[in-house]
């Protein structure tokens, strides 16, 4: 019994002794893993962990641990599960979700790890883990001002934190703000004197500002503190090679003295002379480096950069190719390989050897910037900006990689992301040259000219040898009318293109601009070709397998598939010409498709083609060139007419993928493709003639008449008749003073009393007063009340009166009074009024007139136009602000020549309707022969008013063929002194008058605004163009042209 109780008492002993010792057991256990945590022993930080969670499974504390070691060990599902089970037992534990929202950030969800460290915030305002936590999610989320917000809010908590003020000042230097990083870093040191970071971060602060001898001074002083600062040696090292090269130098030789067999100082030795430029010495180095150690892939690759610098790509290659062979993940030479495959054209290897660095090293920021800009070459927009973001995340003072996104985004349509990529790349590095040139191409887009200027020529300052920028500075300076050293820039422009096309790249010339300058014509067609080739590279990266095509038309119902290709559908000067084509094609032999490349802009232009084309189709929904061909393709077009060319908006690839056994040219574009995917191009014999053919890469294929056309009388039919006002009344009529013009206007003219109507000759050999058929009349009003009426409301700025029940309304109210009108989308109700007092134009003068873009005046043409103003004393010269900055340009140097300013008058652009009409004001158009008006060609030839041309290239020969087809080849200028002349005679009055008749009376009765014949001509083209593919031959000129009757 005693026994019994004994063992009773010792095990009631041991029960009242065991809560006490399990109790220390735990406190001590969980040290000890909080301890090996701490040390990075994870293992037995687990192994302990799971002891303590087995003894008490609802331990919140012991949750968070083995949640925080599952992290570290890369096991984000199981930190996760513990993380939520801490939650479980205590929803309000701050330390969880901030836990929760490590596992997200991890995996890449950053907006989960961003609302999961608010939520810990909210709980726990003073939770200073998860305000770091917060900033580094919102760094790589790229929402740096909210870092900063976040690192601010911790320090308010705790101001002593200088780690975290460090960071804060990272940030604020990655931002730019380089005073306010500054001040973190002092404040970091005067709380933490021995804060290495702090020194060294301070340092590169003051290299940003150059002041490299206080940047030298604050390195030293971080490696003075950290003997082992990597970080801030290579710093020291990469100041003291800008500023103390001698130093450097002088250091490694001092090394090598002491060992002169060190591989890796000769090494380093080479390097500082490459980053000096002195490449030869830097090889020889580079090869006693190798020399002494052969296993040494870092000089290798070092060795391959140097040449490479040289120009000896093979033996570079050679290089990198045995750095790889010495490590195969050597990064570097990966990366550095690639970019000369690249170089060399062989993209997919580039592709390849750029992921493979990736692979080895996903942290390589150039690697994904890189690998970036060849998935934008080949079109892959949505996977390249992937890889920018990526590198910016890794780099966020990647300047290279936000200007290349900034290139991506504006490819995009992404205008304002790209402009905030081109700043914060030079907020980064203000002597970046390239994102200067880039963010200068923004403001050229968006007509902000001046702008533009002032960043191509920071561009050229920074870097004198750019191509790219002096290219499209010389463009810019046309634009607005510069000449400046106009020869001389004319003359080294000349010269980067050929050495350009000598050495088989992509010239800074864009095909569209060079009819501007004075290339030869083999130049124009070799630019075109490399725009070309370059639509080639981005499809073959696609390998998609060729299209088959339909041997006949059995598929269609023997009914010819036309589809037309473009991004001006809409209201563009290209659906002012051509938007009633598609519903006049005889849809018993075509059917017609109608391809968008830009969105629904929801004008009457759009609305009208979508109505009247068999099929439409918005491919700028489908921005894979791949997919987007395969919709041509599935609907089997049998011709596939490009209207872009090489203007905005293009998707030249779509034609290179060739899903249409037919391609042509037309219309929309001044020249060739220089593709071998474009087939034909649509012109004539005066546009293009046969003698000129190896200009053109495609084959030509005539239009009877012309290829141009128009659908004038279709939108602006009001303008086929006119009545003036005899306001002068001495005899003398004028039909250009004060204008009326209307649907009613026939009506309105019954209306009124005294109406008299006049014949006017429209060539000498016809009677004065006599054949009414070759005569034309006109309705003059004689100055009555209603003519006073008129000309009190524009004399007074009326928007309209009524006359008789007649609206009459002044011709610049037309937006006010109905904005589709103005534009050109309906017709005007009203009678319009159009007089040259709106325009301040004198009544008494003889007024020529050019309504192009600035431009296409260069000072040759300028000066003709001079000279012609100079023999016909009593002139003007009527010129549009288009843009405004050129005006004072233009005005200067004609007061150069001899010109006083006020024999020039500048007038705003208008809205379509009024710019049209206006020009019936005019007593003569004086075209530009460096590359004609061709849609304000026909704008001004609607209106009635002659236009003198000289043809030159097939930019500049498509007035002449609208003059042809209009019946007055008299005024196409065989030279400089010939266009001088004819329109000096035109100046004289009766020439003058007849002229004007002719040119009225002929634009109604030719063919050159007749949709209804122009389209029957070109479905001819269209048959001829099939015959000749189906009966298996290859394209060839088709210039023997057989007109179509309206009526056949």
């Given at each position: 019994?005693?026994?019994?109780?004994?063992?009773?008492?010792?095990?009631?002993?041991?029960?009242?002794?065991?809560?006490?010792?399990?109790?220390?057991?735990?406190?001590?256990?969980?040290?000890?893993?909080?301890?090996?945590?701490?040390?990075?022993?994870?293992?037995?930080?687990?192994?302990?962990?799971?002891?303590?969670?087995?003894?008490?499974?609802?331990?919140?504390?012991?949750?968070?641990?083995?949640?925080?070691?599952?992290?570290?060990?890369?096991?984000?599902?199981?930190?996760?599960?513990?993380?939520?089970?801490?939650?479980?037992?205590?929803?309000?534990?701050?330390?969880?979700?901030?836990?929760?929202?490590?596992?997200?950030?991890?995996?890449?969800?950053?907006?989960?790890?961003?609302?999961?460290?608010?939520?810990?915030?909210?709980?726990?305002?003073?939770?200073?883990?998860?305000?770091?936590?917060?900033?580094?999610?919102?760094?790589?989320?790229?929402?740096?001002?909210?870092?900063?917000?976040?690192?601010?809010?911790?320090?308010?908590?705790?101001?002593?934190?200088?780690?975290?003020?460090?960071?804060?000042?990272?940030?604020?230097?990655?931002?730019?703000?380089?005073?306010?990083?500054?001040?973190?870093?002092?404040?970091?040191?005067?709380?933490?004197?021995?804060?290495?970071?702090?020194?060294?971060?301070?340092?590169?602060?003051?290299?940003?500002?150059?002041?490299?001898?206080?940047?030298?001074?604050?390195?030293?002083?971080?490696?003075?503190?950290?003997?082992?600062?990597?970080?801030?040696?290579?710093?020291?090292?990469?100041?003291?090679?800008?500023?103390?090269?001698?130093?450097?130098?002088?250091?490694?030789?001092?090394?090598?003295?002491?060992?002169?067999?060190?591989?890796?100082?000769?090494?380093?030795?080479?390097?500082?002379?490459?980053?000096?430029?002195?490449?030869?010495?830097?090889?020889?180095?580079?090869?006693?480096?190798?020399?002494?150690?052969?296993?040494?892939?870092?000089?290798?690759?070092?060795?391959?950069?140097?040449?490479?610098?040289?120009?000896?790509?093979?033996?570079?290659?050679?290089?990198?190719?045995?750095?790889?062979?010495?490590?195969?993940?050597?990064?570097?030479?990966?990366?550095?390989?690639?970019?000369?495959?690249?170089?060399?054209?062989?993209?997919?290897?580039?592709?390849?050897?750029?992921?493979?660095?990736?692979?080895?090293?996903?942290?390589?920021?150039?690697?994904?910037?890189?690998?970036?800009?060849?998935?934008?070459?080949?079109?892959?927009?949505?996977?390249?900006?992937?890889?920018?973001?990526?590198?910016?995340?890794?780099?966020?003072?990647?300047?290279?990689?936000?200007?290349?996104?900034?290139?991506?985004?504006?490819?995009?349509?992404?205008?304002?992301?790209?402009?905030?990529?081109?700043?914060?790349?030079?907020?980064?590095?203000?002597?970046?040259?390239?994102?200067?040139?880039?963010?200068?191409?923004?403001?050229?887009?968006?007509?902000?000219?001046?702008?533009?200027?002032?960043?191509?020529?920071?561009?050229?300052?920074?870097?004198?040898?750019?191509?790219?920028?002096?290219?499209?500075?010389?463009?810019?300076?046309?634009?607005?009318?510069?000449?400046?050293?106009?020869?001389?820039?004319?003359?080294?422009?000349?010269?980067?293109?050929?050495?350009?096309?000598?050495?088989?790249?992509?010239?800074?010339?864009?095909?569209?601009?060079?009819?501007?300058?004075?290339l030869s014509h083999g130049f124009r067609k070799a630019i075109a070709e490399r725009h070309g080739n370059l639509c080639l590279d981005k499809i073959n990266a696609l390998h998609k397998p060729a299209y088959e095509y339909p041997k006949d038309l059995k598929a269609s119902g023997g009914r010819l598939r036309i589809g037309y290709v473009s991004s001006d559908f809409g209201n563009h000067p290209t659906s002012h010409l051509m938007q009633s084509i598609p519903g006049m094609h005889n849809p018993e032999k075509f059917e017609v498709f109608c391809y968008a490349l830009s969105p629904d802009d929801s004008t009457n232009f759009r609305v009208k083609v979508v109505a009247e084309a068999h099929h439409f189709t918005d491919l700028s929904q489908i921005p894979c060139n791949g997919k987007a061909a395969d919709r041509i393709h599935q609907d089997g077009i049998d011709i596939l007419v490009n209207m872009n060319g090489y203007t905005k908006g293009a998707r030249n690839e779509l034609f290179a993928l060739r899903p249409a056994p037919v391609q042509a040219m037309w219309l929309g574009y001044p020249g060739t493709s220089g593709a071998p995917f474009m087939d034909y191009i649509i012109t004539d014999k005066e546009t293009s003639p046969v003698e000129v053919a190896e200009q053109y890469s495609e084959k030509l294929a005539y239009m009877p008449n012309t290829f141009f056309i128009g659908d004038h009388a279709n939108m602006?039919?009001?303008?086929?008749?006119?009545?003036?006002?005899?306001?002068?009344?001495?005899?003398?009529?004028?039909?250009?003073?004060?204008?009326?013009?209307?649907?009613?206007?026939?009506?309105?003219?019954?209306?009124?009393?005294?109406?008299?109507?006049?014949?006017?000759?429209?060539?000498?050999?016809?009677?004065?007063?006599?054949?009414?058929?070759?005569?034309?009349?006109?309705?003059?009003?004689?100055?009555?009340?209603?003519?006073?009426?008129?000309?009190?409301?524009?004399?007074?700025?009326?928007?309209?009166?009524?006359?008789?029940?007649?609206?009459?309304?002044?011709?610049?109210?037309?937006?006010?009074?109905?904005?589709?009108?103005?534009?050109?989308?309906?017709?005007?109700?009203?009678?319009?009024?159009?007089?040259?007092?709106?325009?301040?134009?004198?009544?008494?003068?003889?007024?020529?007139?050019?309504?192009?873009?600035?431009?296409?005046?260069?000072?040759?043409?300028?000066?003709?136009?001079?000279?012609?103003?100079?023999?016909?004393?009593?002139?003007?010269?009527?010129?549009?602000?288009?843009?405004?900055?050129?005006?004072?340009?233009?005005?200067?140097?004609?007061?150069?020549?001899?010109?006083?300013?006020?024999?020039?008058?500048?007038?705003?652009?208008?809205?379509?309707?009024?710019?049209?009409?206006?020009?019936?004001?005019?007593?003569?158009?004086?075209?530009?022969?460096?590359?004609?008006?061709?849609?304000?060609?026909?704008?001004?030839?609607?209106?009635?008013?002659?236009?003198?041309?000289?043809?030159?290239?097939?930019?500049?020969?498509?007035?002449?063929?609208?003059?042809?087809?209009?019946?007055?080849?008299?005024?196409?200028?065989?030279?400089?002194?010939?266009?001088?002349?004819?329109?000096?005679?035109?100046?004289?009055?009766?020439?003058?008058?007849?002229?004007?008749?002719?040119?009225?009376?002929?634009?109604?009765?030719?063919?050159?605004?007749?949709?209804?014949?122009?389209?029957?001509?070109?479905?001819?083209?269209?048959?001829?163009?099939?015959?000749?593919?189906?009966?298996?031959?290859?394209?060839?000129?088709?210039?023997?042209?057989?007109?179509?009757?309206?009526?056949?």
């Amino acid at each position: 019994d005693t026994k019994t109780e004994e063992m009773a008492t010792s095990v009631g002993n041991v029960a009242d002794s065991t809560p006490t010792k399990r109790m220390l057991s735990f406190q001590g256990l969980a040290e000890l893993a909080h301890r090996e945590y701490q040390s990075g022993d994870f293992e037995a930080a687990e192994r302990h962990c799971m002891q303590l969670w087995r003894q008490e499974p609802d331990n919140t504390g012991v949750l968070l641990l083995l949640s925080s070691i599952h992290f570290q060990c890369r096991r984000l599902d199981r930190s996760a599960h513990f993380s939520t089970l801490a939650i479980k037992q205590n929803p309000m534990l701050a330390e969880a979700y901030s836990n929760l929202g490590n596992v997200y950030k991890e995996r890449g969800q950053l907006q989960e790890a961003i609302e999961h460290y608010r939520h810990a915030l909210r709980l726990k305002p003073d939770f200073i883990d998860g305000y770091i936590n917060l900033a580094a999610a919102l760094v790589a989320a790229g929402d740096m001002e909210g870092a900063v917000q976040a690192y601010v809010s911790a320090l308010q908590y705790n101001p002593d934190l200088y780690c975290v003020r460090s960071d804060l000042g990272n940030l604020l230097k990655a931002l730019g703000r380089l005073e306010e990083a500054k001040a973190c870093y002092l404040k970091a040191i005067e709380t933490q004197p021995n804060f290495a970071v702090a020194w060294s971060n301070l340092g590169c602060v003051f290299n940003a500002q150059g002041e490299i001898w206080l940047a030298i001074h604050h390195f030293e002083k971080a490696v003075t503190l950290d003997p082992n600062f990597l970080d801030a040696y290579i710093n020291l090292g990469n100041v003291l090679k800008e500023a103390r090269i001698f130093d450097a130098v002088a250091g490694y030789l001092r090394a090598l003295s002491l060992s002169p067999n060190h591989a890796v100082v000769h090494g380093n030795l080479a390097c500082v002379y490459y980053e000096q430029g002195l490449i030869d010495l830097a090889i020889d180095t580079y090869r006693r480096a190798i020399e002494l150690q052969p296993h040494f892939p870092d000089a290798y690759c070092n060795l391959a950069n140097a040449l490479k610098e040289k120009g000896n790509v093979s033996e570079a290659e050679e290089c990198y190719n045995t750095a790889l062979r010495l490590c195969p993940t050597h990064a570097d030479s990966l990366n550095n390989l690639a970019n000369i495959k690249r170089e060399q054209g062989n993209i997919e290897e580039a592709v390849q050897l750029y992921r493979k660095a990736l692979e080895v090293f996903p942290e390589f920021a150039a690697a994904h910037s890189n690998l970036a800009s060849v998935l934008q070459q080949q079109g892959k927009l949505q996977e390249a900006l992937m890889h920018y973001k990526e590198a910016i995340r890794i780099n966020p003072t990647f300047a290279d990689a936000y200007s290349n996104m900034g290139n991506t985004l504006k490819e995009m349509q992404d205008v304002q992301g790209a402009l905030q990529c081109y700043t914060r790349a030079i907020q980064i590095n203000p002597a970046f040259a390239d994102a200067h040139s880039n963010l200068a191409s923004i403001h050229k887009d968006s007509g902000n000219i001046p702008e533009a200027i002032a960043s191509y020529r920071t561009a050229l300052k920074l870097k004198p040898d750019f191509p790219d920028a002096y290219c499209n500075l010389a463009h810019c300076l046309q634009i607005v009318c510069d000449w400046t050293d106009y020869d001389e820039r004319m003359k080294k422009l000349v010269s980067i293109v050929a050495d350009q096309l000598d050495k088989n790249r992509l010239p800074s010339v864009h095909p569209h601009h060079s009819m501007l300058y004075p290339l030869s014509h083999g130049f124009r067609k070799a630019i075109a070709e490399r725009h070309g080739n370059l639509c080639l590279d981005k499809i073959n990266a696609l390998h998609k397998p060729a299209y088959e095509y339909p041997k006949d038309l059995k598929a269609s119902g023997g009914r010819l598939r036309i589809g037309y290709v473009s991004s001006d559908f809409g209201n563009h000067p290209t659906s002012h010409l051509m938007q009633s084509i598609p519903g006049m094609h005889n849809p018993e032999k075509f059917e017609v498709f109608c391809y968008a490349l830009s969105p629904d802009d929801s004008t009457n232009f759009r609305v009208k083609v979508v109505a009247e084309a068999h099929h439409f189709t918005d491919l700028s929904q489908i921005p894979c060139n791949g997919k987007a061909a395969d919709r041509i393709h599935q609907d089997g077009i049998d011709i596939l007419v490009n209207m872009n060319g090489y203007t905005k908006g293009a998707r030249n690839e779509l034609f290179a993928l060739r899903p249409a056994p037919v391609q042509a040219m037309w219309l929309g574009y001044p020249g060739t493709s220089g593709a071998p995917f474009m087939d034909y191009i649509i012109t004539d014999k005066e546009t293009s003639p046969v003698e000129v053919a190896e200009q053109y890469s495609e084959k030509l294929a005539y239009m009877p008449n012309t290829f141009f056309i128009g659908d004038h009388a279709n939108m602006f039919p009001h303008l086929k008749k006119k009545a003036v006002i005899d306001f002068k009344s001495n005899g003398h009529i004028f039909d250009n003073r004060i204008v009326l013009n209307g649907i009613d206007l026939k009506a309105f003219l019954d209306s009124l009393p005294d109406v008299k109507v006049i014949k006017m000759k429209c060539d000498n050999n016809q009677e004065a007063a006599g054949d009414a058929n070759g005569a034309l009349s006109m309705p003059v009003i004689p100055m009555n009340t209603a003519a006073e009426a008129i000309i009190n409301m524009i004399n007074q700025g009326q928007i309209q009166v009524t006359i008789n029940g007649f609206t009459v309304s002044n011709g610049l109210a037309t937006t006010q009074i109905n904005n589709k009108a103005a534009t050109g989308e309906e017709v005007p109700r009203t009678i319009v009024v159009t007089t040259r007092s709106q325009y301040g134009l004198p009544e008494d003068s003889i007024v020529y007139c050019n309504f192009n873009q600035l431009y296409k005046i260069d000072p040759p043409t300028l000066q003709m136009w001079a000279n012609i103003l100079k023999r016909v004393p009593n002139s003007v010269l009527w010129l549009l602000r288009f843009p405004a900055v050129g005006e004072p340009n233009i005005q200067q140097y004609a007061q150069n020549m001899g010109l006083p300013g006020s024999r020039i008058i500048f007038s705003p652009v208008a809205p379509k309707e009024e710019h049209v009409r206006r020009g019936q004001l005019a007593d003569v158009c004086l075209d530009t022969p460096l590359c004609n008006g061709h849609t304000t060609g026909m704008d001004v030839l609607w209106a009635g008013t002659p236009m003198v041309t000289m043809p030159e290239t097939l930019a500049s020969r498509v007035a002449a063929s609208q003059l042809n087809c209009l019946g007055c080849p008299e005024l196409i200028a065989q030279s400089r002194q010939d266009y001088e002349d004819i329109a000096v005679k035109l100046g004289s009055d009766m020439e003058l008058k007849m002229v004007r008749a002719r040119v009225w009376k002929q634009r109604i009765c030719s063919p050159l605004f007749n949709t209804k014949q122009y389209t029957m001509d070109l479905e001819r083209l269209y048959l001829q163009m099939w015959e000749h593919h189906s009966n298996g031959n290859k394209p060839e000129h088709l210039v023997q042209t057989v007109e179509t009757s309206e009526n056949a």
